[in-house]
Structures are given as structure tokens and as C-alpha cells.
């Protein structure tokens, strides 16, 4: 057990559609990371946040927000969901600010888009 | 920018054999490189790193890794394969200062009994 928790685990849903995805952060992590696993284009970073605030950007599409609240745990919203947007979307916390130690993976959340 | 390249998305191994999945990366500052491993239906979990304390670099479950700064690898070994070591690997990279961890795009091992 890494200590993040992802909320939900699995979620089908349908194009057009808007969901919230949760994670709440090892009990001391400070950062936020989000990335996002497909088959074709791998494990791919999103965005981190360090204590509520955005720190970088990755490859994330306009349609996707995300936040980090004062409690740290962080929400990623996907809206007008296509059938590409299919993926496990994992969460990840540090304690630090920078990229350079162990993150810490929750299990996931897998979204299907039909 | 910092790159990682996994050669070869499939690797498949007798138990008991070497196990050597290859990895090399692009930085234009000295990384940090990280092995991970991802077993089915879980999250990702660390195997090692390195930050520029020793070249060989010890990990969890009898992997290790080298850092040939000439090749610009990060290989990662295990002596003797067991059937638990099958899973997906990740070797992924990030460097002082960054915010972003890159990841490859991963090595699925197999281990025939």
C-alpha cells in the first residue's frame, strides 16, 4: 500500500460527458502529480501541483482542468470526454517539490468512455 | 529536454535466467534515473534509484542497475529471474530543479517456468 488513495477505481461514462477523478495524497506529501497510462502512448505526465499550487504542465489537453485544495488532496476534471480520453489515470505524491525523489503511485482510475 | 528510451516492449525470460531490460535516456544535466516496476492492476512502485552517489545502484527484490554516463544507460539487471518478477518496468528520468518525472515507454517481462 503506497498510502495515496485514487477514487473511483473504475468509471464508464459517455462521450460528452464530465467526471471528477480524487486523490488523496500520502499523509505528509506536499506534491501532486498526474499522469495519464494508455496503450499507445504510455505513461504520459499531465500536471503537478506543490501545496495547492500548479508547478508544471505536461501534455494535458484544454478539456482537462485539475486542483489541489488546502486539505492536498487534488481533483482532475476530464469534460467533453471523446473515446480517446480511455485510460487509467494514476495519481502520484512526493514530499518534495522537485522531481527528484520516489513518488509514490496510487492504483489508479480506470476510465472507459463509450 | 530529458528523453527515456526502453528498448524492446516485450522481453521474455527462463526462471533462473539473467534478466536485462535496457534503458537510455537524453538529459542535457546530469539526472536522476529511476527503475519501477508495475504489477497488473496496481499502481506503479519503486525498484531504485540513482542521483549521482554511486554508478551501481541497488534495488528492491535483488535488481540492480548501472549508470554508464558514456552510453548514456541505465540497464537494469537481476542475476537470477523468478515467476513474481513478471510485470512491467518503467526507467524514467527527471533532473535538480525539474518538476516532472519522463517516463519510457515500458518493458513487459515475461518469465517462463
Known amino acids: 500500500d503506497s498510502g495515496v488513495t485514487q477514487t473511483p477505481k473504475h468509471l464508464i461514462t459517455a462521450t460528452g460527458q464530465r467526471v471528477t477523478l ?35 504542465k505536461g501534455n494535458i489537453l484544454e478539456r482537462f482542468s485539475a486542483q489541489q485544495f488546502p486539505d492536498l488532496h487534488s481533483e482532475l476534471n476530464l469534460s467533453s470526454l471523446e473515446l480517446g480520453d480511455s485510460a487509467l489515470y494514476f495519481c502520484a505524491s512526493s514530499v518534495a517539490e522537485g522531481a527528484t525523489g520516489e513518488l509514490f503511485f496510487g492504483e489508479g482510475s480506470r476510465l472507459t468512455v463509450l | 529536454a530529458q528523453s527515456v528510451t526502453q528498448l524492446g516492449s516485450h522481453v521474455s ?8 531490460l535496457r534503458c537510455n535516456y537524453s538529459s542535457s544535466v546530469p539526472p536522476y534515473l529511476f527503475w519501477y516496476v508495475q504489477y497488473p492492476n496496481q499502481g506503479l512502485q519503486l525498484l531504485l534509484k540513482y542521483t549521482s552517489a554511486a554508478t551501481l545502484v541497488k534495488g528492491i527484490n535483488g535488481f540492480e542497475a548501472e ?3 558514456s552510453e548514456t544507460s541505465f540497464h537494469l539487471t537481476k542475476p537470477s ?19 516532472k518525472t519522463i517516463f ?8 517462463k517456468a
Open chain 1, 22 to 56: 480524487r486523490c488523496s495524497p500520502r499523509s505528509g506529501d506536499l506534491s501532486v502529480y498526474w499522469y495519464q497510462q494508455s496503450l499507445d502512448q504510455g505513461l504520459q505526465f499531465l500536471i503537478q501541483y506543490y501545496n495547492g499550487e500548479e508547478r508544471a
Open chain 2, 13 to 20: 525470460v527462463s526462471e533462473g535466467a539473467l534478466v536485462l
Open chain 2, 81 to 99: 529471474a523468478h515467476m513474481s518478477d513478471a510485470a512491467e518496468y518503467f526507467c524514467a528520468v527527471s533532473y535538480t530543479g525539474g518538476f
Open chain 2, 104 to 111: 519510457g515507454a515500458g518493458t513487459r517481462l515475461f518469465v
Open chain 2, 67 to 69: 549508470f554508464k554516463k
